[in-house]
């Protein structure tokens, strides 16, 4: 592959990164904001709002990224590298929260709240507490980028 192509495919990687770990810190400021908010219904539209975010921008970006990441890997890299090796690990672990936690506890909390209400106290718990995994995803993906910054292991 030609450095062109590869600086490319490197270019819709880093693009991807930032929306999908740009998007989540912003999610994350967000949802401060809205559980400090004095309107009931903040809170419910914002988890909605990230819900749908979710399935229409971060997924994608994050399956872009994915797959480019594999590019390049293949490319210049190798899937033995310990940085690489991680990262793919904490993207899987990524993925498998949001498929199998994050995204059915919205919908439940968002039929939380469409039966209760917005001031809903078992939806509002709950929503906090996918807000706490979230923020612990977080903390995943800044781990992440300090492995494609900083390359440990890399001689």
């Known amino acids: 592959m030609s450095d062109i192509a590869y600086n490319a495919i490197k270019y819709i990687h880093v693009i991807s990164a930032v929306i999908w770990v740009?998007?989540?810190?912003?999610a994350q400021v967000l949802a401060i904001?809205?559980?400090?908010?004095t309107d009931p219904a903040?809170?419910?539209?914002?988890?909605?709002?990230?819900g749908e975010l979710g399935m229409k921008v971060f997924l994608p970006a994050a399956i872009i990224l994915?797959?480019?990441?594999?590019i390049l890997t293949v490319q210049r890299w190798a899937f033995s590298d310990t940085w690489i090796s991680i990262a793919i690990v904490l993207w899987l672990v990524s993925a498998l929260t949001g498929a199998l936690y994050l995204g059915p506890q919205s919908r439940k909390v968002g039929e939380l709240f469409s039966s209760e209400g917005p001031g809903s106290i078992k939806a509002?718990?709950?929503?906090?507490?996918?807000?706490?995994?979230?923020?612990l995803e977080l903390?995943?993906?800044?781990?992440?980028?300090?492995?494609?910054?900083?390359?440990?292991?890399?001689?």
Do not use: Y
């Not at 904001?33 to 908010?37: F, H």
């Not at 509002?124 to 923020?135: D, G, Y």
């Open 22 to 26: 740009g998007g989540a810190f912003f």
């Open 42 to 50: 903040e809170l419910p539209r914002l988890g909605a709002a990230i």
């Open 124 to 135: 509002r718990a709950a929503l906090a507490r996918v807000f706490i995994v979230s923020r």
């Open 66 to 70: 994915f797959i480019a990441g594999i």
């Open 139 to 155: 903390g995943s993906f800044a781990f992440i980028v300090f492995l494609m910054i900083f390359k440990p292991g890399e001689a």
């Open 33 to 37: 904001r809205a559980q400090r908010s």
